[in-house]
């Protein structure tokens, strides 16, 4: 994880003196980086001069120095450090970005855009107006904006080192200044720090922003902790320093580390949880990651053996994981001094599962609602930060930040500066529809930026758009079938619409579709009651009105035109002695084998035929007659090996009996399609007996047995199938 290196208070005294802390820095930069540092540095006093920052009245430049020392110690590389200290020139100068450009090159220039654009996104945190749970929800979709947009990690970092100043120097600040920016940190960069797993950075807004917000509570629970901080974290280090040398003489290998519970974190579980101050065993806590799981239960031993254990405050979530199925040991113990220690225990596995994984600490420490798909992005990121100091340059981390994530989602803003989360390519369109219904259907025109565009327009990251509507009307069904909209629920919505007018109108559009498609494949004789059977429907005017309301692909059609227009394999003509003469299975029930009476049949698992499918039998040599659907090509090579096996067959009345029909379902492959899939096949009350996966390409094959009752539930089901996201097409195996 990205980590401070030392105290955050240590770099700050540090950079009081910018000439000593440049000197400090020739351990970690080679001597072309300081040469640039020194040029940066001597600039920015230059251009900062005696200007002071607007919040806090201190000296700008003393601001941008204690900044750009976080970041040093951050262990980012020299452009980042130069960034930093020119991140205020931006609003000082004419035309900054070409000035700064030209005199530390485009790397710097993009990492200052991208830390503005920061700045800029903080004041959507709090529209005017609205309840308390949309401004939550509005907070949290700023803070997954603020990583989206930006096109390299490093400009957030920046941004949080600057505001970590600010946060230090804020205590002489103008009371509703203070107070604004304190709630401005809790709500929107203490919880990015979090993510990021920037962890002193996260702790000292926090630790500030409460102070700031509540300085009575923040006074009286330090207090009850009767010790700097300081104090604590030697405590910790006094207790890590025990355990090694006792894991060390054991033969345990492990990685120690520690941390003092900041006043923030006791007083939010306290809250949480509904505790007294005294009965917190965690204010001081360590963690021990071992290789192996037998050492988890060795060093527990120890860890009882050196100091007393607390009565009720061991949990094995090894043997017990949690729903989120973390797992660890933990206990807490009464160390030196009669202070509780809390210590947590697990393999080196079982601590990236908790980080990176869905167990992620983070979401548990911030609450809410989970999003899977966001949190394997989180997980993904801390992972980048992590290897940064692997990689050959920072542009290569840069150019892999930008390439990987957060590639399937933007945020577009409202003009009252609400967020809207979008799949990535949607169109003001779908904008529109995701706003309200209403608004949808009555959408005529947008304006993105101010400027009107085109509905069918690919929307991007950060930009604002207003919709144009009429005041009354309904959607056109050009939305569906010629890019206007990408998104599942605004395609949805089109299509109830749709449904709740008219039927000849419905039928009217479709016929003109189905008309175009036909010249267009060059399929104007092809049959109509045959094509519309191939798509699901019994007649051409049940095939016209799911055209029209969009239940229907023109792609689909389009396939069903090539397939009829194909040439058929023909089945070796039979003589009519081959076919036998038919009568019905006496018991009215199950297959109707014609001519012979009782006689054993089995369904063919090459086709699952499912009623009312044609179906023709084959006899076989000692397992009855298999019955395969008329048009199965196993059924055709066997007919034409042996064609006086052929018998007509037919289904008998139905009650109660279920068919395994296999289903292909080809999409483009996401997190959830699968549950998606299965709840719709639940809902309609199909029981899956197997499923087969493949992928390829970013794209998934699934087979799925069903349980079908008849052709109707079939046929449901195809459509129910094939509106589901991303779904690129559904047939029968």
């Known amino acids: 994880m990205v ?35 020194r040029q940066a540095l001597d600039w920015v006093f230059e251009q900062y001069g005696q200007r002071i920052h607007t919040d806090t009245g201190s000296s700008l430049f003393q601001h941008a120095v204690a900044s750009a020392s976080i970041v040093a110690d951050l262990r980012l590389d020299a452009n980042s450090v130069i960034a930093t200290l020119l991140f205020a020139l931006p609003t000082q100068l004419n035309q900054p970005m070409e000035l700064i450009n030209t005199h530390f090159g485009p790397d710097v220039t993009r990492l200052l855009d991208g830390a503005s654009k920061v700045s800029q996104l903080r004041s959507l945190a709090h529209p005017a107006g609205g309840k308390a749970a949309d401004a939550a929800q509005q907070i949290e979709a700023v803070r997954k904006m603020l990583i989206a947009m930006v096109e390299d990690i490093r400009a957030v970092l920046i941004k949080l080192a600057w505001r970590t100043q600010t946060m230090h120097e804020l205590a002489q600040a103008p009371d509703d200044v203070r107070r604004r920016i304190a709630q401005e940190t809790l709500d929107l960069f203490a919880p990015l720090a979090n993510r990021l797993g920037v962890w002193q950075i996260k702790w000292e807004l926090e630790d500030l922003g409460f102070r700031y917000l509540h300085p009575d509570t923040y006074k009286k629970i330090a ?60 204010i001081r806590a360590v963690r021990i990651l071992v290789p192996d799981l037998k050492d988890c239960y060795t060093a527990l031993g120890i860890v009882h053996n050196l100091w007393q254990p607390i009565p009720g405050e061991f949990d094995d979530y090894i043997a017990h994981p949690k729903g989120n199925f973390y797992r660890s040991l933990h206990t807490a113990v009464i160390g030196e001094n009669d202070k509780a220690v809390e210590v947590q225990i697990r393999t080196i596995e079982m601590h990236e599962h908790a980080e990176y994984g869905v167990a992620a600490h983070w979401r548990y420490k911030e609450g809410g609602q989970g999003d899977a798909r966001y949190e394997e992005k989180i997980a993904w990121l801390r992972q980048l930060l992590d290897w940064r100091e692997d990689m050959a340059s920072e542009t290569q981390f840069a150019e892999t930040f930008k390439a990987e994530l957060f590639d399937d989602t933007i945020y577009i803003l409202t003009p009252a500066g609400r967020v809207i989360t979008l799949p990535k390519g949607s169109t003001p369109v779908d904008f529109a529809y995701h706003v309200h219904t209403d608004l949808g259907h009555r959408c005529r025109g947008a304006k993105v930026n101010g400027q009107i565009v085109p509905l069918y327009t690919a929307l991007e990251n950060g930009q604002r758009v207003e919709i144009l509507s009429a005041k009354e009307g309904g959607p056109s069904l050009d939305w569906l079938h010629q890019g206007y909209v990408k998104s599942h629920r605004a395609a949805s919505k089109i299509r109830h619409w749709i449904r709740q007018q008219h039927q000849d109108i419905a039928i009217e559009a479709g016929r003109s579709i189905y008309d175009k498609e036909a010249a267009r494949c060059a399929a104007r004789d092809a049959n109509q009651d045959n094509i519309a059977v191939k798509l699901g429907c019994k007649h051409i005017e049940e095939l016209f009105a799911a055209l029209g309301q969009g239940e229907i692909s023109q792609r689909e059609l389009n396939q069903a035109f090539r397939e009829s227009l194909a040439p058929i394999e023909p089945i070796s003509e039979q003589p009519n002695d081959f076919i036998k003469a038919a009568r019905a299975n006496g018991n009215g029930e199950g297959i109707l084998i014609e ?27 000692g397992r009855g007659i298999s019955i395969h ?32 029909t296999d289903l292909l379902v080809e999409a483009h ?35 799925f047995t069903l349980e079908i009752r008849d052709a109707e539930q079939l046929q449901r089901i195809l459509i129910k199938l094939q509106d589901v996201n991303e779904v690129i097409r559904v047939i029968r195996g």
């Open 595 to 621: 001519g012979v009476d009782k006689l054993m049949t089995l369904l063919a698992k090459c086709c699952k035929p499912v009623p009312p499918d044609h179906v023709m039998g084959f006899v076989t040599k």
């Open 223 to 282: 207090k009850l902790l009767d010790e700097r901080r300081v104090d604590r974290e030697k405590f910790i280090d006094d207790v890590l320093s025990t355990l090694r040398i006792e894991l060390n003489n054991a033969g345990v290998k492990a990685d120690l580390m520690g941390r003092p519970k900041h006043i923030f974190s006791i007083w939010k579980k306290m809250q949480k949880k509904k505790l007294d101050f005294s009965e917190l065993y965690d």
């Open 629 to 660: 659907r008329s048009d199965c090509s196993t059924l055709k090579r066997l007919a034409s090996a042996a064609p006086e096996r052929l018998i007509n067959a037919d289904w008998g009345i139905q009650r109660g009996h279920v068919f395994a």
């Open 3 to 37: 980590a401070v290196t030392r105290p955050l208070a240590q770099s700050i005294a540090e950079a009081a003196d910018p000439d000593r802390w440049l000197s400090a820095l020739t351990e970690r930069y080679p001597p072309t980086d300081i040469v640039r540092l």
């Open 669 to 703: 492959n996401r997190g959830t399609l699968l549950r998606d899939l299965s709840d719709i096949m639940a809902r309609e009350r199909i029981n899956v007996t197997a499923v087969n996966t493949q992928n390829k390409d970013q794209r998934v094959l699934m087979r």
